[in-house]
Each structure stands twice: as structure tokens, then as C-alpha cells.
């Protein structure tokens, strides 16, 4: 271990990820970065049916509102700057439209509601403790849309009252899909329009809060991404301009961390033979028309072929056709 790296070892897990798993993913920001990784990879994933969520209580309400499928209404929606939204959504899911607003809000909770049922994983990451309301309703918001400030009152959720909400999400979830696993993460993004202070006492909150619950559920289980950028690399040079998201350094060491605690020995084989193949699909040569590139590109087609013979139930078909039109543009 470095000298320059405090020494911190995570157990091995007894959830092994297999080749191809069904992984449903939601919570902040962050999941999407472990999200992109897993899908190039060839992992079935679902993220965010509501778009990135960041306290407890929109995520239990969105997990379940996929378990029942529940489709969105009129009422539901919000005629906001000029847009109708959701409470409940994300607002890249807003439209002028109201009918199609509801469709893609509609299309994406029943999506959702499919893949969970038959989903091996579930990863959950939370990003704060504190949830807004609407004071008018006492309804939970996910997003605000910037709404005036007026019209919401900021809560700080307690431990045991996000074990509670939670709890009650996983005994559903236990019904709905008995053989779903649920790994819980903790975002390691600072809140800072909270404040310093805030942000500590809502990340305390959320860690007493997952662990109190993975202790009780012997299917659920804490991964430290949090722990791993704040206490084991803890330096601003491993966060973005903004001193608040963690950079593509930072998210690849605990990416590396994840596929060590978590990838069976046959998907970090698979992973070390997929790296090459994903290099090779987002590389712009300078010279297309060279016989090297030619060789390359041949070469990768092979490696593709081959992992098609051991992983015949995966798709493969942007890899195919892919090098099918590369070679072709070349001849």
C-alpha cells in the first residue's frame, strides 16, 4: 500500500456479479457513473427511471412507484416555466406538451417496473439526507424546478427515520423480487449549497441510517465509495473544477474497488477482454486507410468473434456491425 494512501481493506463480498447481470440502478449523480461502466461491460442495466435522485424518500417512492407501475395523470403534473412536470421526475423529463410529458414519464416507470421484476441487483446511492416538501401538500419533491423558494420547506430526514422508509421499500421489494440483492452506496459528491456543516451532518445521517439496515438484511450490502474518496484519497486534486464531484481519477479508482469486491472471477476476466474492444470503438484514427489500421481493426473483429462463442447471450451487434462498416469504409 502506498505510503501516501491510508490503508483501507474491504471484505470480500459473498454477492458475485456475473457475466451479463440485470443490475437496476438509482439514487444521485454518481450511480450514473457507475451505470455508463457497467453498460460497456454488456450488463443489463436499468438507472434512474426518474431521473438522478438524491434523498432517500423520492428514491423509496420511485422504487415504489416501478413495483406497482402506477401510471401518471393529469393531476399528477405541474404546469411550471412554461412546462408541464413532475414532482416526482427529473426535468429532463418536462415537456410543453402535457400527453407527452405523461408518456415519457409513463414509458419509463413501466420500463422500469419489467426490468426490476426480473433484475438479479439493486444499487442504491444515496446522495443526502435532506428532502424538500412542497408546503402546500407536504408533498416529497425529487426535483424543485426551480420553483420559488416560498413554496417549499427543507427537512433533514434522521437515521431512523431513512431505516424506517427504507425498510419498508426492501420487505416490498422482497415480495416483488425475491431474488434481488441490493448494494447500498453513499455519494461521495459534497452538498455544498447546504453548506459544509449541513452536508456532514446529512451524510452522518445516511451512513448510520444503511448500515443500520444492512445489518438487519442479510441480501443487503454497503459498499464504501464514499469512505473510498473522502478517507482514503481525500485531496482536492482528485475533484473537478468545482471542488465538489469527484474526477474521472477518483471515480476510476473506486470503480476498480467495485469490480474487486464485487465481480465474480469469470466477469474480471471478461472485463480485462472487453477493455481493448471499448477502446477500440471510441478510437478516431488519423490514417483510416493505412493496412495497420486495417490490422487492427481485424485483429479487435477477431477478439469480438470469440467472445461471442463464450458469451452467446450477450448482444453483440453494435460490436459486429461496428467493424463490419469500419472494414468496409476501407477496402
Known amino acids: 500500500m502506498s505510503a501516501f494512501l491510508l490503508p483501507f481493506k474491504i471484505d470480500p463480498s459473498p454477492l458475485q456479479l456475473q457475466v451479463g447481470s440485470r ?21 443489463a442495466v436499468c438507472d434512474n427511471p426518474q431521473g438522478i435522485l438524491f434523498n432517500p424518500i423520492s428514491i423509496t417512492q420511485c422504487l ?16 411550471i416555466n412554461e412546462l408541464f412536470a413532475s414532482w416526482d421526475f427529473h426535468s429532463h423529463f418536462s415537456h410543453p406538451d402535457k400527453i407527452e410529458a405523461m408518456k415519457g414519464m409513463n414509458n419509463s416507470v413501466n420500463r422500469a417496473h419489467h426490468f426490476l421484476k426480473t433484475a438479479n441487483t439493486l444499487i442504491i446511492t444515496l446522495g443526502s439526507a435532506f428532502s424538500y416538501t412542497l408546503k402546500k401538500t407536504g408533498q416529497t419533491v425529487a426535483n424543485n424546478h426551480k420553483a420559488p423558494s416560498d413554496w417549499l420547506s427543507k427537512t433533514l430526514n434522521v437515521a431512523s427515520a431513512i431505516a424506517s422508509h427504507m425498510q419498508d ?17 453513499l455519494s461521495p459528491v459534497r452538498h455544498a449549497r447546504d453548506g459544509v456543516i449541513e452536508n456532514n451532518r446529512s ?43 469527484p474526477n474521472y481519477a477518483a471515480t476510476q479508482y473506486v470503480w476498480e474497488k467495485f469490480a474487486e469486491t464485487y465481480f465474480s472471477p469469470v466477469c474480471r476476466s471478461f472485463a480485462e477482454k472487453m477493455h481493448p474492444i471499448s477502446l477500440a470503438l471510441n478510437h478516431r484514427p488519423r490514417f483510416p486507410q493505412t493496412e495497420a489500421h486495417r490490422d487492427f481493426l481485424k485483429l479487435t473483429s477477431k477478439k469480438v468473434d470469440q467472445l461471442k462463442m ?12 461496428f467493424f463490419q462498416q469500419e472494414l468496409a469504409k476501407n477496402l
Open 203 to 245: 451524510k452522518a445521517q445516511l451512513i448510520e441510517a444503511v448500515h443500520s439496515i444492512c445489518e438487519k438484511n442479510n441480501h443487503c450490502f454497503y459498499f464504501p465509495a464514499y469512505e473510498l474518496v473522502i478517507d482514503v484519497l481525500r485531496d482536492y486534486r482528485f475533484y473537478d473544477i468545482d471542488l465538489v464531484h
Open 169 to 185: 421499500c426492501l420487505d416490498a421489494l422482497k415480495i416483488f423480487n425475491p431474488q434481488l440483492s441490493v448494494i447500498f452506496t
Open 310 to 321: 463464450d458469451f452467446p447471450h450477450l448482444n453483440w451487434e453494435k460490436e459486429t456491425q
Open 64 to 79: 415504489q412507484r416501478c413495483m406497482s407501475s402506477q401510471n401518471y395523470d393529469e393531476s399528477d403534473l405541474v404546469f
Open 23 to 43: 443490475i437496476f440502478i438509482v439514487g444521485s449523480c454518481f450511480s450514473e457513473h457507475m451505470s455508463s461502466r457497467l453498460a460497456k461491460l454488456k450488463f
